[in-house]
């Protein structure tokens, strides 16, 4: 199962639709079986945009995808905390933890603990419109890839995300390519 994942859009604002940046978001998100956005939205047009997105909106999500539980969350409020900590955030413990909020891509393994920031697609870093980054997981039984992906670059506006990828099979890492810790 292939999923997106989008965070902090904040539209409309400068722009009202994804794709007045370019074809770069909507063309990530076709190839995808399930859309997840993480927060701040900020309006109900964002889910018409992406329309297959479930259109019910909630302050935690846990999904059971592939033999993995998944936890969303908009913020992790200061996630270098203990993953004890952090798992308090959820209902029940999960595998995956998924937010936004920091315009900040993270991906890193903790404690047997896949966490996902996408950072954000159109505000990346907090920097002013621009292409930013998207997040993609993989998942079947037992193994999960993960990804940061960065979108491009709008036209004398640098795209300042980092690409990252994560493996996981068995509970094993066993690919990493290490991205921003904040």
């Not at 939205?41 to 018409?48: E, K």
């Not at 909630?58 to 798992?87: K, N, T, Y």
């Not at 419109?129 to 640098?158: F, N, W």
Request: net charge negative; charged share 20%; aromatic share 4%.
């Amino acid at each position: 199962m292939r999923i997106g994942i989008l965070s902090d859009t904040h539209l409309p604002n400068l722009i009202r639709y994804l794709d007045e940046l370019g074809p770069e978001i909507a063309a990530f998100l076709s190839t995808v079986d399930l859309i997840l956005h993480s927060g701040d939205l900020t309006s109900p047009m964002v889910l018409d945009w992406l329309e297959p997105v479930d259109s019910r909106c909630q302050d935690v999500a846990i999904l059971d995808l592939e033999g993995w539980r998944l936890g969303m969350v908009h913020s992790l409020r200061r996630g270098f905390r203990p993953m004890a900590e952090l798992q308090q955030l959820f209902p029940t413990p999960v595998q995956i933890m998924i937010a936004g909020d920091t315009h900040y891509e993270v991906l890193e393994s903790r404690e047997g603990v896949v966490v996902l920031n996408s950072g954000s697609p159109t505000f990346p870093h907090h920097k002013d419109l621009r292409l930013g980054t998207v997040g993609l997981l993989e998942l079947a039984p037992g193994k999960l890839h993960a990804e940061v992906v960065v979108l491009g670059h709008t036209p004398g506006k640098p795209n300042p995300g980092r690409a990252m990828t994560l493996d996981v099979q068995d509970g094993r890492i066993i690919a990493e390519t290490p991205g921003l810790m904040l």
